[in-house]
């Protein structure tokens, strides 16, 4: 088993920004506010339920020995090699934290209505890079989106009172019908990829080299020079876009981690011991 010591990034206990230590499970308590209702993850991360489900058969089984944060990230690994997406190697040791915060995560987690320069900064200040940023949208190749995220490119781009000029015709025609201009549409959910809504591929790219990318902010990675090059060639390369994609994600499991005696080893996923 690869073990993560070696791999421990510089995350200061003191700091509000944690890292990939599992506080987005915890549920809320009387001395903070958990990330789980957070604005970007409030009906929208979900899950939850396989990953208490997991940790209770692993504690029967081997108790106190494996961590919420190691479930969930296997987890993810598995979910994207059962749609057809690449596999990559997770190492593992990390401890789970002792907090959560929900107003760091309404503040640090991108937004689909950020310029893309506010996303990559968010990215660049964890250890991440403008690449990493171009790859890891790409897991938008599948999953929904709630209509609220993306309205206003269909009826009020950047206040315009006008559609977001770059949109397909046909594609707009489709999520106005979808997702009308009232509130209650907007938690109507539409795909983020409809060429290939169940399946892990590199067909996001393709939906924005022809501009049919349903976020703001995905469709904006084809309109910046210094983003648009590596989008054309992901589109065209599925083996390149595999390959980065699990380079990204190897990177993205090891950010801000707890080993050693920090942290802990919850015994339930939603609370610490």
Same mark, same amino acid.
């Given at each position: 088993?690869?073990?993560?010591? &070696?791999?421990?990034?510089?995350?200061?206990?003191?700091r509000k920004e944690k890292g990939c230590d599992a506080s987005?499970? #915890?549920?809320?308590?009387?001395?903070?506010? *958990?990330?789980?209702?957070?604005?970007?993850?409030r009906n929208s991360a979900r899950?939850?339920?396989?990953?208490?489900?997991?940790?209770?058969?692993?504690?029967?089984a081997c108790p106190s020995t494996v961590s919420?944060?190691?479930? #969930? &990230?296997?987890?993810?690994?598995?979910?994207?090699?059962?749609?057809? @997406?690449?596999?990559?190697p997770v190492a593992l040791g990390r401890r789970d934290g002792l907090t959560a915060s929900q107003q760091a995560a309404n503040e640090q987690l991108? $937004?689909?209505?950020?310029?893309?320069?506010?996303?990559?900064?968010?990215?660049?200040?964890? *250890?991440?890079? #403008?690449?990493?940023?171009?790859?890891? $949208? @790409?897991?938008h190749t599948i999953g929904y989106a709630q209509c609220f995220t993306f309205k206003r490119r269909l009826f009020d781009f950047k206040g315009s009172g006008k559609p977001d000029? &770059?949109?397909?015709? $046909?594609?707009?025609?489709n999520l106005q019908g979808l997702c009308p201009n009232t509130d209650s549409s907007n938690t109507i959910l539409a795909p983020l990829d409809t060429l290939s809504v169940?399946?892990?591929? +590199?067909?996001?790219? &393709?939906?924005?080299?022809n501009n049919v990318g349903l976020l703001e902010s995905d469709q904006a990675l084809m309109a910046d020079p210094r983003t648009s090059a590596m989008v054309t060639s992901y589109s065209t390369n599925p083996y390149l876009f595999s390959n980065d994609f699990a380079a990204s994600?190897?990177?993205?499991?090891?950010?801000?981690? #707890?080993? *050693?005696?920090? *942290?802990?080893?919850?015994?339930?996923? @939603?609370?610490? +011991?």
């Amino acid at each position: 088993m690869v073990k993560l010591e &070696t791999l421990q990034s510089d995350w200061d206990p003191v700091r509000k920004e944690k890292g990939c230590d599992a506080s987005i499970l #915890l549920d809320d308590t009387i001395d903070f506010q *958990g990330e789980k209702n957070a604005l970007p993850n409030r009906n929208s991360a979900r899950g939850y339920e396989v990953i208490d489900n997991i940790k209770a058969d692993v504690e029967r089984a081997c108790p106190s020995t494996v961590s919420c944060v190691d479930i #969930l &990230t296997l987890a993810a690994r598995e979910a994207v090699v059962m749609v057809g @997406g690449p596999y990559w190697p997770v190492a593992l040791g990390r401890r789970d934290g002792l907090t959560a915060s929900q107003q760091a995560a309404n503040e640090q987690l991108p $937004s689909p209505f950020e310029p893309l320069d506010n996303i990559t900064a968010k990215f660049t200040s964890r *250890g991440l890079d #403008l690449k990493d940023v171009v790859v890891l $949208s @790409g897991a938008h190749t599948i999953g929904y989106a709630q209509c609220f995220t993306f309205k206003r490119r269909l009826f009020d781009f950047k206040g315009s009172g006008k559609p977001d000029p &770059t949109l397909d015709v $046909s594609a707009l025609t489709n999520l106005q019908g979808l997702c009308p201009n009232t509130d209650s549409s907007n938690t109507i959910l539409a795909p983020l990829d409809t060429l290939s809504v169940y399946k892990f591929d +590199n067909l996001y790219y &393709t939906n924005l080299v022809n501009n049919v990318g349903l976020l703001e902010s995905d469709q904006a990675l084809m309109a910046d020079p210094r983003t648009s090059a590596m989008v054309t060639s992901y589109s065209t390369n599925p083996y390149l876009f595999s390959n980065d994609f699990a380079a990204s994600m190897m990177k993205l499991g090891s950010l801000g981690i #707890l080993t *050693g005696d920090k *942290g802990q080893i919850r015994k339930k996923c @939603g609370s610490m +011991n």
